[in-house]
């Protein structure tokens, strides 16, 4: 198990890593990587620890897909802990997994198993999710957790990626706040430096903890915030019953700190969540937000203000929010003129990264060139970077559409 995580340690730093001159000109070429690295690495699967065992890997069907230029606004980094790094990092720190039997302790198959979608209940799914998350302790965990993920996602050409912590699951386990964020942080940097992927980070606050507990962990946050090692804040855990009007002073406050706010509202709760969300906490930005369909008014409110919807296909039937993708509401959206992100919640738990996501969306809707245009730009215009960062992911996703222009939808 040492050696395991040794060796996940060793290949982070080099194995089947585009340097950072592959990654720019991947840029350069309109993100179809001139070398087909990206295409050998996600084709092979994935040889860091990332047991992306649910994934279709569709590369090699889907090329315009691939060498889109990706962003991804809603992952939480616990929801990264695949099987590999759970063993290993359960190894490290004398942590035990749970497991069915106390003389059986997990192994790698059976962790994937666990792992793997459909999920019994939403409970069922956060209970696994919580036990799962204690293996983490020091900044190194968090580090090692980020850059897995963050090289994984390079892999699906996602270009900048907005990662979720849930700060209060690991401070109230005695795990330092700055130890959190200093891990993730030693994480991005490397990331932009060796792959190109700009990040930001986003704390989110459980919406099932007490208020006075969110507001404690915003001022602590705070130096975070004024450093810019964390960007924004968020709202999560089980909807239902928790609206999120309750969280209005504590997203004021963040908002006064300079803090870009988002909130998870209309996926296990009704439109009225959403409504609640956009009003009282003055989000400019949902996650999940499907839901929102089931009002004309709202859906109007939401294109009118260009709120970014963050949608997550595969998490979604993982829930059983709907049954399967075809059920979500995209195509009324694109009508509509909602803007929206497509994106993976927790990969390791609902069976695919971010590739796989678009890949899904695209078999049930057979969107066209230039709808997935109005999906590449509404993402990057909402992603929480500079007028610079926005113009040249930009220009690499006009030169992605461009090369593919009359392009059938089955061919891309
Ligand atoms: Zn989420």
Known sequence: MVFMLAALMAS????????????????RDGGRNVDGDWKRKVDGGDDNGNNNNNS????????????????????????????????????????PLPSSSPDQPPTLDSLTALLSPPHSSLQAFLTLYEAHQTVLRTASDFDLLAWTYLRRAHADHVVHAELSLDAQAHTARGVALSAAIDGVSAARR??????????????????DRPVADALRTLREAAPHLASGAVAGVGLDSCEAGFPPGAFAGVFAEAARLGARTTAHAGEGAGWDYVRDAVERLGVARIDHGVRAAESAELVARLAAAGTLLTVCPLSNVSLGCVAAVRELPVRRFLDAGVRFSINSDD?????GYLLDNYVAVQEAFGLSVGEWGVIGRASIEGSWVDGGRKREMLGELEALLKGFEGAEPRDL
């Not at 194995?15 to 840029?27: D, E, F, I, T, V």
């Not at 490397?190 to 919406?207: D, I, M, T, Y």
């Not at 990969?347 to 069976?351: I, L």
């Open 12 to 27: 982070s730093s080099s194995a089947g890593s585009p340097s950072p001159s592959s990654s720019s000109s991947a840029r």
């Open 347 to 351: 990969p390791a738990y609902f069976g």
């Open 56 to 95: 279709n890997n569709s590369t090699t069907h889907h090329p315009f897909l691939s060498a889109f230029p990706k962003c991804e606004h809603h992952i939480h980094l616990e929801g990264a802990l695949t099987a590999p790094l759970l063993l290993a990092l359960s190894a490290k720190n004398n942590i």
């Open 190 to 207: 490397r990331a932009e430096a060796e792959l190109g992927v700009s990040s930001r980070l986003v704390l989110c606050f459980q919406r």
